[in-house]
């Protein structure tokens, strides 16, 4: 447990830091073409307009991700106090101060965030704008003085010993080594971190007094993951044989390194091969002299070739270094897979990769299986998650309006993913959840979404049936008759368990505090607020459009007393997994007598505009009304 703690950790602090950089690659692209273009060595020398490239690096990235850094933490304010405490460490250095900005971005966002929360309440009306403004100049401005005397020192010192070090390697041939570090970090999802994080600062500086740094290559070299992809082509089996042309594709031309980690994953030997060809394709560069004169991201060949400095050389030693990463990684990978058995589970590998880089891959369908067509004359639609308590019964809520106002006659039900019934014809499932699910019932015809309460495939599911379905008026009547003489269940919320105005500092602090609601309200035992952190574990409870639905697993069902809500307004709003949530409807169901009040949460949910009026709601009545409404 104290390991995946770690692990989590690590990765959390990974994605933080990428995420201050990712919304900026723009700005890393621009300059880097203005470099590549322009200075001395460049495509097409220009003295006037190289004078762009040492403000570009020294004070517009330092400041964006400053900016982003503390936007990150506390919304604009934040983003505004942090640039401001940035700019201590700019004016305090000589040298690009990436590191200084990601230490102080976040300061600031999280100096104004906690003032904000002290003053909260304390502010007389009309002194709103005076008290924002000043305390956002004072607070930014002592970070800054701060930042100059003290921090832009420290990380000035801390980047010299990284450049020394790195010299101290290249100089005695050990540069090489640093892939025993990089490759597996990749599989971790700290790659952004590391390249952007150490990497980029260090070449920065080498490319203004060099014109050239073998540091950008380490990371982005795409030889490693096309040397793996190629091995799958030639050796792989079933599904991964299949796919890997395309991935490889994907990876060396579009730059997308995350696409090769679950063949990594499937054979885990293969971490091998990603080593060894880095290793080699590091040495090829210290060897020939190769390195970039900007940042190239992502890790594209064609990013790459752009980034090289203008000299037959140049080109010579980083495509070479590319080329021998490649050979010998498909080398070692094709040993690999020829000599053990493999096991060709490539949805299994991809489910993995995006628990260990936790959160949805952005590329994870790419490698999986593929569906077929919808069937024909579908009768059975069955929305599934871990429980079948929550996420399931509002998906299958507002797709059950579609199917009414689409005049189909199609049952549409909701269950765990241990119940799906065998005849079910269409499974709905969380993209994290449908392996699961087509295991349970293979023959089915599964979608997956990301977000239960606005996802397009619903539409787009809707539409196909429309093309190929016939109402039988009188099956729809009796239908919905059934349905509308369901008792109400308005009783289930209650004034007493709507707050409003909350803060919390993580998801599992939300996550406790609803459960903590239904255990003393008498729902459910208390055991079931770890089942909530469990589900959330699993799959996350977020369903998209800023609301999220913490509920317990399958097996704490027994720990339900009696069906309850709570709603929980929180205007700033809460991490859960990279996604910001502003209202949390803590869920205990039994016997499904909190399906109706669940299916008008799930439609007035579905429409942002009621979002906003509940978070901004000015009472636990008035937040009532908007959700019985509907």
Aim: glycine share 10%.
């Amino acid at each position: 447990m104290a390991q995946s703690n770690i692990k989590v950790a690590v990765q959390k602090f990974g994605n933080f830091l990428s995420s201050m950089v990712m919304p900026n690659i723009g700005a890393f692209i621009a300059w880097g073409l203005i470099t590549a273009l322009f200075i001395p060595t460049g495509f097409f020398p220009n003295e006037s307009l190289a004078k762009l490239v040492d403000p570009m690096v020294k004070y517009l990235l330092p400041l964006l991700i400053g900016y982003t850094g503390g936007k990150l933490v506390h919304d604009q304010r934040g983003g505004v106090v942090g640039a401001i405490a940035t700019m201590g460490v700019i004016v305090g250095s000589d040298i690009p101060m990436f590191l200084g900005a990601m230490i102080m971005g976040p300061l600031g966002g999280y100096i104004i965030k906690k003032f904000d929360q002290f003053i909260e309440g304390k502010v007389k009306t009309g002194f709103e704008m005076l008290i924002n403004n000043f305390s956002a100049g004072i607070l930014g401005g002592i970070l800054a003085i701060l930042a100059f005397l003290g921090v832009s020192p420290a990380v000035d010192g801390f980047t010299g010993a990284l450049v020394v070090g790195v010299d101290w390697m290249v100089a005695h041939g050990l540069l090489p080594l640093t892939s025993i570090l990089i490759e597996p970090a990749k599989i971790l999802f700290l790659n952004n971190a590391i390249n952007h994080g150490i990497l980029s600062p260090i070449g920065a500086e080498q490319i203004r007094t060099n014109g050239q740094s073998i540091l950008l290559l380490l990371e982005t070299n795409p030889g490693p993951g096309l040397g793996i992809l190629l091995a799958y082509c030639f050796f792989g089996k079933g599904t991964a044989k299949q796919s890997a042309p395309g991935a490889a594709i994907i990876h060396f031309i579009g730059g997308i390194h995350e696409i090769y980690f679950p063949y990594v994953l499937m054979r885990p030997l293969l971490i091998i091969a990603a080593i060894l060809g880095g290793m080699s394709g590091v040495f090829t560069f210290v060897l020939l002299g190769g390195g970039l004169q900007a940042v190239a991201s992502p890790g594209s060949i064609l990013a790459i070739l752009a980034a090289t400095p203008g000299n037959t050389g140049s080109y010579v030693a980083n495509i070479s270094g590319v080329l021998v990463a490649a050979v010998v990684s498909f080398i070692v990978g094709s040993l690999i897979l020829k000599t053990g058995k493999q096991t060709e589970d490539l949805d299994e590998a991809a489910r993995k990769m995006q628990e260990m880089k936790g959160k949805k891959s952005s590329v994870a369908g790419s490698v999986t299986k593929q569906q077929g067509e919808v069937p024909a004359s579908v009768q059975k639609i069955v929305f599934a998650c871990d429980a079948g308590m929550g996420s399931s019964a509002m998906g299958a809520s507002l797709l059950r309006k579609k199917v009414k106002q689409a005049d189909l006659n199609i049952s549409v039900t909701n269950t765990a993913i241990s119940n799906i019934p065998s005849d079910a014809q269409i499974v709905i499932t969380q993209e994290e959840l449908t392996p699961r699910a087509q295991n349970k019932v293979p023959d089915a015809y599964h979608i997956s979404v990301d977000n239960f309460l606005s996802s397009p495939e619903y539409d787009k599911l809707i539409d196909q049936l429309k093309n190929d379905h016939t109402t039988s008026k009188a099956e729809e009547e009796k239908r919905v008759s059934a349905e509308n003489n369901t008792d109400s269940n308005d009783g289930l919320l209650k004034e007493e368990n709507v707050f409003l105005n909350q803060h919390f500092s993580s998801k599992e602090e939300a996550i406790r505090f609803a459960g903590s609601v239904l255990v003393k309200g008498g729902y459910v035992e208390e055991n079931y607020v770890e089942a909530m952190i469990e589900r959330d574990n699993m799959t996350s409870t977020y369903m998209g459009n800023d609301v999220a639905i913490p509920h317990g697993t399958e097996e704490a069902k027994k720990n339900v007393l009696r069906s309850g809500f709570t709603v929980i307004q929180v205007p700033e709003g809460v991490d859960f997994d990279g996604e910001k949530v502003r209202l949390i409807f803590g869920i205990a169901g039994k016997d499904g007598t909190h399906l109706e009040i669940l299916s008008g949460i799930a439609i007035t949910c579905s429409d942002m505009d009621n979002i906003e009026k509940m978070v901004h709601a000015k009472s636990a009545k008035e937040l009532m009304a908007i959700i019985q409404s509907n």
